[in-house]
DNA sequence: TTGTAAGCGTTATCAG
DNA sequence: CTGATAACGCTTACAA
């Protein structure tokens, strides 16, 4: 005679109670069950499941061999009410749907992954809730903590987190981190890099074709902090430099690539941010007579799939974007564990030099 | 004189109860305070949230401003476990990352916005859990329900959705599809019309540059259903048909393009179900000398924002990816509440005609 | 090393 | 129309 509830979707189906004579395939175990099966009190069996106190050897075995014959699962709702732990965090991505895909889809499976070897699931949040998504997982105990990418200069989100106090870590940096646990690239530095690597090469007319104008708009940290990084590097190595934002469509990248050459047709060195413009550059280029890398050198900032994709290969400084991923859900468990640091974690980036950059051509051309 | 527990992350600290002379930002009202606030039975105050039975309109609106004030929130733990309901829906995303990601991102998207529209949040899952992450989350009760994406014709996940009996929806359809529900874009008959299409221009070698071999070796259901249509189709129309797997890369693209026009130099139309690799292919024929669409014409089977993307821009049986995941959804609610219609859902293809497909160049060519 | 029992915050049954 | 109250399944003091 077994207490028993439905598996699934159909625990309970209306009477709450129901004694059986035997097991069925559509029941679950509970842990009374166990331990009225193994002939241990409750708490015994939490106990060999959390570890959290010794139990003899004996009592161990006998109880996980009640585990494993009643194909015990423990309740994740019961759980997170007896604990106040939910062991869910959620991960907030941007509504822009077109926005910096692959490196999104990167970070979730990463978090995921990672998260999962803490014992942690992950609820996908849009930003379509807005800051109140975050409210409410918060406030109804539906995740632990949160980790936010997408993360601008000014972020409401960040209120939001400091308001509810809910576990966070940021993909990115904002303007005032004060009391935030951060992960992120160092933009400022990838610009550099890429400017440096230019100078070297001997261009001194070079473009950064960057986000859509809107990213910088919603101030988005990375966007920032990139040009800033190439606007000092650039300054440093009397590198001319002009910035254009370029939204990812065919069009916008023509228009765009036309107005530099048209400006400054001496332009020789182009460093790219937007991955989705990438193939129309390339494209444009090549249709507008200029070779990559003997007329144009060019440099990006995105995945190393995305700059391995192209003919010539491109130099890039590498976004390891599976790598934010990880070190923020660790950062978050650390967070959760001893308390954060408020530490802004700024991952170093590295230049790949491959096909798609070269000496400047000679003045003489 | 309040009980109460601590907002988020840090509820209970230490004691589990507290008594206040008043309320505190970091402390989350209960529904035992709430009712006591209004000076109602516990009861009521659920009933006044769940609307399961009637109230009358003074004590309703007692009972909410005393949750306003109280800036009361369900616990959602509480909730699971007292109602078997966890309001949760797991989505299974593939494992591999370089697959599909703007398709995946789209579904992961419009299913997490219109789950929040039915009161449901979405839990992610990869499938390096395997099946085990789906017996896991529905036998802990951690979500009501799954949507398995990357479906493939002999899915070992769905022996464990039959198994748990957990309720389900299918993004793709399998062989045996008995007792499930199932969305998924017709690909047959999308494959169909990109025959269609060009056999109507005058095509009569056509290559099918498909997904890479290892999603045929999974037997994934879409890719196998687009070469059934396809060859359906061009044994039809008498159009001459090579089917030419091929992996994401820019090698692999231009390996699979030079063997193409090797083995058939009069090859003059290309289907393309790979959006990875349209990029390179576009690349790929400028730089040997192929026009589009005067020498060769491309039908791809891709997003539209892919397909407007490039230049030019390309005739293209849409996949709707955001549809998928809504109507998925859909189906999930719908087989909540009555029960499934264990039904195959499948959305009926158009082409789109853009520039990249025009009339077979003449023989004497 | 183990058991007992009092919670966790809801929902839903059963009275009234 | 409303109130008491018994679950839901688990964790964790507090004893033994």
New binding site residues.
Partial sequence: ML????CTAK??S????EALGGYREDW????????RHA?????????V??G?????E???ERVARSIELLG????A???A?????SNVLALVMPLRQDLYVPVMMDIAIAVTTTARRFGYDVLLLTNDEGPEGIRRVAT??RADAVILTDVGMQDERIAMVRQTGVDAVLIGVPADSAGLDCVDLDFAQAGRLCVEHLAALGHRQVAFVGEAQDTYDRQIGFAERTLGGIREAAARAGVSLIHRPCGGSYEAAAGVLARIFEERPRTSGLIVQNEAVIPPLLSLLRSTGRIVPEDVSIVAVCPDPVAEQTSPRLSSVSLPAAELGTRAVDLLMRRMADGGRDEVVLIPPTLTVRGSTGPAPQRSR
């Fill in positions: 207490t028993v509830r439905f625990r309970f209306g009477k709450r109670f679950m175990a509970t842990l009374a069950d166990v331990a002939g241990v009190a409750a708490s015994t069996v939490s106990y499941l959390s959290k106190r010794s139990v003899s004996e009592t161990r015990y699962q423990p309740h709702g019961a759980r009410l007896a604990s106040a732990k109804t105990a």
